[in-house]
């Protein structure tokens, strides 16, 4: 459970953003099965199962995968799930905070 934030009351979005990125990055290793450096539609469909990842947009996890692969080489890679993340600033607080509490529940 996340208990950063200022005297341990809601985190704010740097915080949150931070967290998210070693927890991306975290996510991102366990699950590229085999090692190439990317994460293939499969092997994001497995995670997204696995760990019941669903979008606060309400996307499909293929739709998902699509946004996040920048240059459509049907692979996500470390830096486009982290590129990802920016698009992330235009979300609200609550949905971010939403985002981190599915995450640490990976």
Known sequence: MYTGGISGGQPNASEIRANMSLKLSEIFTKNDQDGDGGLSLKEFLAASEARRIKSPEGLSAKDMFAQMDLDRDNQVTKNEMMA????????????????????EAI
């Open 84 to 103: 990802s993340q920016a698009s992330l600033g235009k979300l609200s607080s609550g949905t971010m905070s939403s985002l981190l509490a599915a995450q």
